[in-house]
């Protein structure tokens, strides 16, 4: 169906909201890549089959509205605890459901409306029996992933029902393009990629550029390991993401659009396709939308699965068809960006928040969070913290509040000893950093940084030597190998780290690293090389006894380092049994039956198998 | 004026497009890997960093220059910095540098030093690549690669070839062409100007040294040597010899001491094409067919419109090169001195050019299906020939060459440079040949080092449109315009190579801006040296056409299309 005019899209929305309110009962399967993971599929399709045989309760799907009844709704944030199920208008959620437990629900639930107890998330003794009650979504500021677990991804209609595409009318009807980018500029609204950019300010440069073929690019290649904000938008609620690339296009006079998403993304993807071909059958997308004239159409690009191109030139180069690497600057993107056009170049999150700065005006938006940083940030809260998942919170909230009051604090309530924040380019925070308000200036002040929003807990487990090693490693292998800092230097670093973590480190070691981390700092090409080193200088900063153990000591207190562990035989204990040996993959172990076996720790590889083993007991790690 | 400060030193701006550019002309030799001025900004090798009076440090290279910056070069950051970034990529390169044939012109090696880095730190965890020797003209060693990417910019930017690129990421990247294939299995056409920017020898010249060596040992051999237009005036570069100076008669000299029998002039053979190809013009003018007439002396070129423009490929002049013209009238001119004395003639054609090295195996330069020229050797392996021997080649006097192949006209001798195969064909076709006619020939627009130019005469009352072009990517661009029907021309001579043959990529490096222009107007005082202008002129050719060429013309002096 084609909306021709505002008055045809305000009829629409009505028929959609009605449609919405229809079926007495409503499921929504979280679909999220988490929960697919889990089996929601399965759980989905059972559910699809009892709806089918149950006669009486007034389900509906398949009608007018193709899936109302039961949905595939977004990610809805709480990943931990999936595959989650909730129950509308009841608003039960449950977790870690099960193809089993489906009968049940639906009979409690649907027929009863009675909450099934077991299912229920339980914390501290007490149960929740409705998702809004849940610490973790109480205590977050839900407003980019609203709709995410709430309306079903793959429907128009019902993000029209909710309001979506009223801020796309709003500036098509009311608002010339300079007032939008006034509006945004306004709101203060910061780039949600890693650099806090002004957005406004940045749209402001692209609509003065001369050259008249401009366009809107969104960087949808989230790689951060452990972050998936950006993906749950774009599988949860891909229109609203749309909706605001369409009004940046409005605003910048852009015709075309182009999102970026990394092919690690199928569903994203194709939820993304849906979505643009539904915009497009709908008129709301194509040439002359809602008849005011405005063009606009928005392509997808897949990336190959390169870290780099999340960087803006590269992303750009990446689009035409050239090897992903970022070149100099200048000139910079928003004068020669995508095809050497002006290009307004944000990320997924960033153009999420747009349709409700529009909607509710930018006073609104910066009563949200700090004022340097308004509005809300979701984080990808992981790591050994109770609460995985995707949450949202005001910019401004405090490290603590997101660990322990959203988070549920750390696993197995081993002390917390700090955070990795921003991915392998940012930094880490620690106890003391317990009480800072997490926006793009304070962590700036800390050499950490916001970055996607990526936010790995870590307790007093885990060796920060290791960690720092994971991450040089991680940005090693993901250099484009251009400039020769990056490229040279984060193999030498992770060598070293190598080096430190099997015991051969020196204090020379040490030194190299810093040296190595500062020129890489203050030389590098781009912003990924440029921050390569932050994890190893961070963790050396605030962690430098850890380091000095590995390398003076030669032992990781933690346990992690294999390399520094040594697992031996008790004689005291050792009953001569020959169970170790038996068990040993390597043939390690050697000794006569019924006298003290020995490990030859050059054949050795430390699986544990021994350990497991001995029924006596006898077998000791150490470090 | 507005100013920037340079290690405290005030250095106006007059349109320098980057900070590099400024503290190169303050006097500073800031050193770079990757930086060209007539390539585009790459900013990889991060050599050129510098610090501002903030603490900030950024590349001058890409760098705009803003009135009032202050930056210092050389502060104790910057030192260690460069020095570190140096001692990487010596961390992960071959190191192995007293057999490497960059021995001694090695940037990367004489940056080492100039930095002071004396130590590696790092060990050598570098994997052994196969070294690519397919090419007849160019040889990829990715083990001495520091991925500047001047290479990859130039084929692409400067040539329009793209025949190597980058490939893998990270430490593991490589520049090779696509696939995996062998260079010679690309569109590469061989130019060498790839080797030429190469600051190590990751891409160097395939060398013809010792065959050459061995063909003069064997008594039974005659070694022929002939000697193209540009290799006079740039073989005395790396004997303190001024640059652009003309030092045939010390090369023929030294090609006579190392055991060369006989020593010729390709200028020669230049006249020889300019008389097949303006004959060849006028006729083609005359039938209106296969308009515009392209000149063909150049084996990149030629490649590159067969590649890329085959559609063109009939345009090309069929006309060998002078190379090609040469050795085959050569053959020819010794075969039955060669079977009376029961001895073999090898020519070994002395080239700026790595190309060469390529046209000889192309079938349709052979006669009676055989190879005329037998080796082919560039500027800079006689170089090396001349060291190997300690040749003292700024002390010996110089002989001239020999009878008689090696008198030529001015007009033979301008073709190593962009527009001088016009403006010898020009001279030829032009029935007055003083000197105000000449001058005008000169100044009609084909001189100078611009990438396209373009001219009009009149020829038996005839407008003739004529473009001259260097670099390929400029020809490129213009068979694209003339394909578009933006452009219509009779005669288009093409030089891949910029400035053409007297920046090939056989020439010695580095070459400067100043060295550029030295070659320019050495390649000119040679044609002012010589006292007949046109190739129609110069007696031996006349006595060549009535002599023992008669007949064979066409079987000698052009390609062989039908092989």
Not at chain 1, 233 to 262: F, N, Q, S, T, W
Not at chain 1, 351 to 376: D, F
Not at chain 2, 202 to 215: E, F
Request: charge should be neutral.
């Amino acid at each position: 169906m084609n909306i021709q005019n505002r008055k045809a899209l305000t009829e629409k929305r009505i028929q959609a909201k009605e449609a919405m309110k229809r079926p007495s009962h409503r499921i929504l399967v979280c679909a999220g890549t988490g929960c697919l993971a889990g089996g929601s599929a399965k759980i989905y399709d059972k559910f699809l089959e009892l709806a089918a045989k149950e006669e009486g309760v007034e389900v509906e799907f398949g009608a007018e509205i193709a899936h109302t009844g039961i949905k595939r709704s977004g990610c809805h944030g709480f990943c931990e605890m999936g595959p989650l199920v909730r129950i509308e208008p009841s608003n039960f959620l449950y977790i870690k459901v099960k193809e089993e437990d489906c009968s049940e629900i639906f009979e409690e639930s649907i027929r009863n409306d009675r909450p099934v107890e077991r299912l229920l998330y339980e914390a501290d003794g007490v149960k929740y029996e409705t998702q809004e009650k849940i610490p973790f979504y109480a205590k977050q500021t839900r407003l980019v992933l609203k709709n995410c677990g709430h309306i079903d991804a793959e429907n128009m209609d019902e993000y029209l029902a909710v309001g979506g595409y009223t801020a796309l009318e709003k500036v098509l009807f009311e608002m010339t393009p300079e007032e939008v980018v006034d509006e945004i500029s306004e709101a203060n609204l910061r780039g949600r990629g890693g650099g806090g950019f002004q957005t406004g300010y940045k749209w402001k440069q692209v609509a003065r550029q001369k050259e008249t073929e401009r366009y809107v690019v969104c960087n949808g290649d989230e790689g951060d390991p452990g972050a998936f904000m950006d993906r749950s938008v774009m599988e949860g609620d891909p229109h609203k993401m749309l909706e605001g690339m369409m009004i940046a296009g409005y605003a910048v006079g852009a015709k075309d659009g182009y999102i970026y998403v990394r092919a690690e993304y199928p569903l994203a993807i194709n939820r993304l396709k849906l979505a643009i071909a539904q915009a497009e059958e709908a008129g709301l997308l194509g040439e002359n939308i809602l008849g005011t004239g405005f063009d606009f159409r928005i392509h997808i690009n897949r990336g190959a699965g390169a870290f780099v191109c999340g960087e803006g030139s590269a992303l750009t180069a990446s689009i035409e068809g050239e090897r992903g690497m970022p070149r100099t600057k200048p000139p910079r993107t928003v004068e020669q960006g995508l095809f050497a056009k002006p290009t307004v170049l944000n990320n997924v999150e960033t153009y999420a928040n747009v349709p409700m700065i529009i909607n509710e005006g930018a006073a609104w938006y910066r009563s949200i969070g700090t004022e340097g940083s308004p509005g809300t940030k979701a984080f990808a809260l992981t790591g050994s913290v109770k609460n995985t998942g995707l949450i949202e919170v005001p910019m401004g909230t405090t490290l603590r509040k997101i660990v322990y009051d959203i988070g549920g604090g750390v696993k197995n309530d081993v002390p917390f000893k700090a955070v990795q924040i921003g991915g392998p380019s940012g930094g880490c925070l620690v106890t003391s950093n317990l009480e800072v308000c997490l926006d793009f200036d304070s962590l700036k002040k800390l050499n950490a940084m916001i970055g996607s929003g990526g936010l790995v807990v870590m307790d007093q487990n885990t060796c920060m030597v290791e960690v720092a090693r994971f991450f040089m490693n991680f940005t090693q292998n993901e250099s484009c190998g251009k400039c020769v800092p990056c490229r040279e230097g984060t193999k030498r670093m992770l060598d070293i780290l190598e080096d430190i973590v099997a015991g051969k480190g020196t204090m020379e070691s040490l030194k190299t690293l810093e040296e190595l981390g500062e020129a890489i700092t203050n030389t590098a090409l781009c912003g990924l090389g440029k921050s390569a080193a932050l994890p190893v200088l961070s963790t050396l900063r605030n962690f430098r006894e850890e380091y000095l153990e590995h390398v003076q000591e030669k032992c990781c207190k933690t346990g992690n380092c294999q390399a520094l562990q040594q697992y031996k035989i008790r004689p005291d204990l050792c009953k001569g049994c020959s169970k170790c040996a038996r068990n040993c993959p390597v043939h390690a172990i050697d000794g006569k039956v019924k006298e003290p076996f020995v490990i030859n720790q050059e054949i050795c590889i430390k699986c544990g198998a021994c350990l497991e083993n001995c029924p006596f007991g006898a077998v000791v790690k150490e470090s | 004026m507005d100013y920037i400060t340079i290690d405290s030193k005030k250095v106006p701006i007059e349109g320098e497009k980057n900070v590099l550019s400024l503290i190169r002309k303050a006097g500073i030799d800031l050193p770079t890997f990757c930086y060209h001025s007539e390539l585009s900004i790459y900013g990889a090798c991060r050599m050129c960093v510098v610090e501002d009076d903030r603490g900030r440090i950024f590349a001058s290279c890409s760098e705009q220059p803003r009135p009032g910056m202050v930056i210092y070069t050389n502060t104790k950051r910057i030192q260690s910095y460069r020095k570190l970034i140096i001692e990487l990529l010596l961390a992960s390169h071959d190191r192995d540098c007293t057999v490497c044939h960059k021995n001694g012109m090695c940037e990367l090696q004489s940056l080492a030093y100039r930095v002071g880095v004396h130590d590696v730190r790092f060990p050598n965890t570098r994997e052994e690549k196969p070294i690519d020797m397919c090419s007849p003209s160019i040889v990829l060693d990715p083990n001495k690669c520091i991925l500047c990417g001047d290479c990859v910019r130039t084929c692409d930017e400067i040539q329009g070839v793209g025949a190597i690129d980058f490939a893998f990421r990270g430490s593991k990247t490589q520049v090779i062409p696509a696939f995996h294939k062998k260079l010679s299995e690309t569109e590469c056409v061989g130019c060498g100007q790839c080797a030429a920017v190469c600051p190590t020898s990751a891409i160097s010249i395939r060398s013809n040294v010792t065959v050459v060596w061995d063909a003069i040992a064997d008594k039974n051999v005659r070694v022929i040597a002939q000697v193209a237009p540009s290799v006079r005036i740039a073989v005395g570069d790396h004997f303190q010899i001024p640059k652009g100076k003309n030092s045939f008669g010390k090369l023929v000299e030294a090609l006579r001491i190392m055991g060369f029998d006989e020593i010729y002039d390709t200028n020669f053979a230049a006249d020889l094409t300019v008389m097949e190809e303006a004959a060849e013009f006028v006729e083609r003018l005359k039938q209106g067919d296969h308009l515009p007439l392209f000149t063909s002396c150049c084996p990149g070129w030629v490649k590159y419109c067969e590649n890329k423009y085959p559609e063109f490929a009939g345009n090309l002049s069929t006309c060998r090169s002078p190379q090609g013209m040469f050795s085959a009238v050569l053959k020819e001119y010794y075969r039955e001195q060669d079977e009376k004395e029961g001895k073999k003639t090898i020519v070994v054609s002395i080239m700026p050019c790595t190309a060469k090295k390529g046209e000889i195996l192309r079938k349709d330069n052979y006669t009676d299906g055989k190879q005329d020229t037998d080796f082919v050797l560039t500027t800079t392996e006689v170089i090396r020939m001349i060291k190997q021997m300690g040749i003292q080649f700024d002390k010996i006097r110089g002989e001239s060459a020999d009878m008689p192949f090696s008198l030529a006209s001015g007009g033979g001798a301008i073709f190593g440079v962009t527009g001088g195969v016009t403006e010898a064909v020009l001279r030829r076709l032009s029935p007055q040949k003083d000197y105000g006619t000449l001058r005008e020939i000169s100044f009609s627009g084909v001189r100078g080092e611009d990438g396209v130019k373009e001219t009009e005469i009149d020829f038996e009352g005839k407008k003739v449109r004529i473009a001259v072009v260097n670099g390929l990517a400029n020809a490129g661009r213009l068979l694209e315009r003339i394909q578009a029907g933006e452009a219509a021309y009779d005669f288009v001579e093409v030089m891949a190579c910029k400035r053409g043959c007297i920046m090939g990529g056989g020439q010695p490096g580095p070459a400067g801006p100043r060295t550029k222009k030295r070659r320019m107007e050495g390649i000119y005082k040679v044609d002012m040296g010589c006292n007949i202008k046109s190739a129609d002129e110069n007696p031996a050719i006349q006595a060549l056409y009535q002599g023992f060429l008669k007949g064979k013309e066409h079987k000698l002096l052009h390609r062989n299309l039908g092989y």
